[in-house]
């Protein structure tokens, strides 16, 4: 058990905020106490929004690649700097295993340089109409961007979100989520010690209810809204924003299907697909979640799958022989419980997980099940537990991957690259890997089909929320 972390206050214009009472942040594999934060209000939200619009409006920081770059440059060092103490922080609070923790936290170093490297090659365009006549096509900070960050991954989408924002000139509001506000807080002490960035640029609220997300999406004076988090949460962000028609750049959730053909090489398909379903406690919205298999190896594959979740040692994530750490809070394992009681009704249970110690600690679960219309098959589980459903050629199996509302990730299995190439392009989803699961970069964009969301994030086109393009013309004589 460890001794309480501290404590996560609010940061606003480069000052900590500390004026309020108190919420425990717990650690999910036991339970215990780590620290506090202090829970921001509507008014702290706003004068958060009003510091952010001001240094938007009265600095140079959006006409100013080079000092952008310069602080990404220095939030990556100082990242890399404390990557172990953030990493045993994630682990402590979120509950995943030190490396996921330390891959999540190596990730986020990764997206503030890369950002920091495309702030100063933000490119605009200019097209001569007629002699001496020119159109100029500049890309512009939109303006004040809230981030909105969630509990699953709070280093690694809290940067992939802010990078973009910052290299593009944005001032920001970011609300963290309340269940990871220990590690938010070293992550924002990175920020406040890097020399270079002014006071205003980015500002913190915390929130343990839900005044302070309605107050960012409501406010006249933000201009983006960048959210990751789950499809229903999205649509009242979408719905809230549309009086101010508002930019928004949305992650939302996965139902990500693995399609494993009969020529599929079954030892690397289970291997990639045992990480590839239970990363981060299946607690990720691409992770695998429906495995589509060709009828002809479904009894093989099956067997084979059961025998590798049954030997995926469930435990704390600081112990090194644990290979899936525990699910983010006790609801959450009482959520996956029930949902484990539905899929023995409606499916066949193939393997049964069950509770482990005092924290919040699922062990995996696989079920057969045949009905396309179950929530079970439609909605986002969110857990370690995977669904098994058969198909008879690749037209059925381009069918059912495609038969959910979400598009966020998928996944083939099969040794012919024709077949690959074909059912990668019938597939709706944003990204499709191939004879392998969970690969995502910097550098490559990602983002969503249907419910799954708008926009993308990571790559050059992550820029694009954070950015308007402005045309001026200038014409012959008139200067």
Known sequence: MLAELGRADNYINGEWIAD????????????????????GTRALADQAVAVARQTFDQTDWASSPRLRAAVLFEFAD???????????????????????ALGETIGAISEARYYGGLARTILGRTIETAPGNFSMMNREAAGVAAIIVPW?????????????ALAAGCTTVIKPAPQTPLIHQRVMQCLHDCPSL?????????ENGTEVGEALV??????????????????????????????????????????????????QAVRELTSGSLMMAGQICV???????????????????????????????ADPQSQMGSLIDLPNQKRVASIIEQAADEGELVLRGEPLGQGAFMTPSLFRIDNLQSELVQEE??????????????????????????????????????RATRVSRAIRAGTVWLNCHGRLFAEGETGGYRHSGL?????????????????????AGAV
């Open 20 to 39: 309020g009472g108190t919420a425990e942040s717990t650690n999910p594999a036991d339970g215990s106490v780590l620290g506090h934060y202090v829970p």
């Open 152 to 164: 699953n991954a709070p280093v690694t989408l809290l940067v992939r979100s802010l990078g973009p």
């Open 218 to 267: 409501a406010s006249d004076d933000v201009d983006v809204i960048s959210f990751t988090g789950s499809s229903a949460t999205g649509k009242r962000i979408m719905a809230g924003a549309a009086p101010t028609l508002k930019r928004l750049s949305l992650e939302l959730g996965g139902k990500a299907p693995a399609v494993v053909f009969d020529d599929a090489d079954l030892d």
């Open 287 to 317: 992770a695998a979640a429906r495995f589509l298999v060709h009828k002809s190896i479904e009894q093989e594959f099956t067997a084979r799958m059961k025998a590798a979740f049954s030997a995926v040692r469930t435990g704390p994530g």
């Open 455 to 475: 926009g993308r994030l990571h790559g050059p086109e992550g820029l694009n929320d954070f950015l308007e393009t402005k045309h001026v013309y200038l014409e």
């Open 381 to 418: 589980l969110f857990g370690p537990i995977v669904s098994i459903e058969g198909f008879e050629d690749e037209k059925e199996a381009v069918a059912k991957a495609n038969a959910t509302r979400y598009g966020l990730a998928a996944s083939l299995f099969t040794r012919d690259l024709n």
């Open 78 to 100: 100082r990242l890399e700097a404390a990557r172990d103490e953030i990493a045993d922080l994630i682990v402590a609070e979120n509950g995943k295993l030190r490396r996921e």
């Open 198 to 206: 002014p006071k205003g640029v980015v500002n913190s609220v915390n």
